[in-house]
């Protein structure tokens, strides 16, 4: 079994829990996909490496235009029920926003669905919602607790004029889930959004369960305060004596398939949970074109992406195979050409760095305000990275 403890000494908001499953292993991909689903203004997620006292992290960024729609809860229940969500993470997402409005309705004396959401209510924080509910799906853990959670103290602003600390809607949320809360530090450490997803997440609470720890993922907040590092770290093992499951590759034939349907598909699995899915044409019998669709995916997410290919494609059967897979150390930063910020993705071995990836649609963005050639802005961008990071 999968284990992954939050821990919450920091407390915890949405793009701490962004950042923390980025590190911890799941594609920032994933939850980009997710977002895009809801079909709203265009919003794009980006993730860098920081430091917090000393510690690195992984601070993701949520780039949201400011647009008017309605924040009723019915408004924003319907825009994620309509999106084309896998059912978990639709669940994970609808359980967080549940929370957030049963607390505000408790706060402000109405009932629930005359709930408006103000800050929880942009776009950002949809996207955080949305993206943590779509990474969490993809980190496979069968069960997850949480540490005690530290809410801050003292006074904030908010869109009603000024607020105690912890906010009503924190302690609401997190008193009702049964977490264990401390006030500690004199400032907001922990948001609505970040409660609402330790509560729709967290199945029990206390120190980190015993187990054998695989992977580590630590998500840093926007505010670097004096009194203790803004992180937020999930840690994720197995248990005791179990043995690390290996890898699977699950594999199809089909040649009947509208190839005009394929990216659509692809990203279905990996929204189910595949670490990565990718085609190879092939010439069945009777000389039919075809394509072997290839999906690699962490046994635990075996199930979900057997039945995402059995969905979005025609076939009628698959084979899969356990493998050993070896994966370099990541972390994530950005360069900047013209003025536009591009992410890059850096692979270090034993701690050299020794590959440096460009963000394509960070790229293509900019190459598109410079003026410039794709691969020309991409070629700047690689030697800027190799120079700082090489």
Same mark, same amino acid.
């Given at each position: ?9 920091? /407390? ?5 829990? &962004?950042?923390? *499953? $980025? !590190?911890?292993?799941?594609? *920032? ?5 997710? #977002?895009?689903?809801? !079909? #709203?203004?265009?919003?794009? &997620?980006?993730?860098?490496? #920081? ?25 924003? @229940? ?13 669940? @994970? ?11 505000? %309705? ?8 005359? $709930?408006?959401?103000?800050?929880? !209510?942009? &776009? ?25 959670? =530290?809410? /801050? ?20 949320? *997190? ?28 199945? /029990? ?16 907040? !926007?505010?670097?305060?004096? +009194? ?44 189910? /949970? ?13 000389? @039919? ?9 962490? %046994? +635990?997410?075996?199930?979900? #992406?057997?039945?995402? *290919? $059995? @969905?979005?494609? =025609? ?8 493998? +050993?897979?070896? %994966? ?20 270090? +071995? ?41």
């Amino acid at each position: 079994m999968t284990e992954a403890w939050l821990d919450c000494s920091a /407390g915890a908001s949405g793009d701490m829990f &962004l950042g923390a *499953l $980025v !590190g911890a292993g799941v594609d *920032l991909a994933v939850m980009q996909e997710a #977002v895009d689903a809801l !079909g #709203v203004e265009p919003v794009r &997620l980006t993730a860098r490496s #920081v430091e917090r006292h000393g510690l690195a992290g992984v601070k993701v960024d949520v780039e949201a235009p400011e647009a008017a729609f309605d924040r009723h809860w019915q408004a924003v @229940r319907g825009l994620i029920e309509d999106a084309g969500l896998g059912d978990g993470v639709k669940a @994970r997402a609808l359980e967080a926003f549940g929370h957030l409005a049963a607390a505000e %309705a408790a706060a402000h004396g109405i009932e629930v669905e005359r $709930v408006h959401f103000h800050e929880v !209510g942009a &776009l950002d924080s949809i996207a955080d919602i949305v993206g943590a509910a779509a990474g969490l799906e993809a980190l496979g853990a069968d069960r997850v607790t949480a540490s005690t959670v =530290t809410v /801050g103290s003292g006074t904030t602003r908010g869109s009603h004029g000024a607020i105690p600390l912890p906010a009503p809607a924190v302690l609401r949320i *997190l008193s009702e889930a049964g977490a264990p809360v401390v006030g500690a530090v004199p400032y907001e450490s922990c948001t609505p959004t970040g409660a609402a997803l330790i509560a729709s997440s967290a199945g /029990g609470w206390g120190p980190m369960p015993e187990m054998v720890v695989e992977r580590i993922g630590v998500g840093a907040g !926007g505010k670097d305060p004096t +009194e203790r590092a803004n992180l937020l770290r999930i840690v994720v093992g197995r248990e005791v004596g179990a043995a690390a499951p290996k890898p699977v590759v699950i594999e199809t034939n089909v040649d009947d398939f509208d190839p005009r349907l394929w990216p659509g598909a692809l990203a279905a699995l990996l929204e189910a /949970g595949a670490s990565d899915a990718w085609l190879t044409p092939i010439l069945m019998k009777k000389g @039919r074109p075809a394509h072997t669709v290839h999906v690699l995916c962490r %046994a +635990e997410a075996v199930e979900a #992406v057997r039945s995402a *290919l $059995v @969905r979005h494609t =025609t076939t009628i059967g698959m084979r899969s195979y356990e493998i +050993e897979k070896y %994966a370099l150390e990541r972390r994530y930063t950005a360069v900047r050409v013209g003025g536009h910020r591009i992410g890059v993705k850096i692979a270090a +071995e034993g701690g050299e760095v020794v590959n440096a990836s460009v963000e394509y649609e960070d790229a293509v963005a900019a190459a598109a305000a410079l003026g410039r050639p794709v691969k020309v802005v991409i070629a700047q961008a690689t030697a800027m990275a190799a120079e700082q990071y090489g």
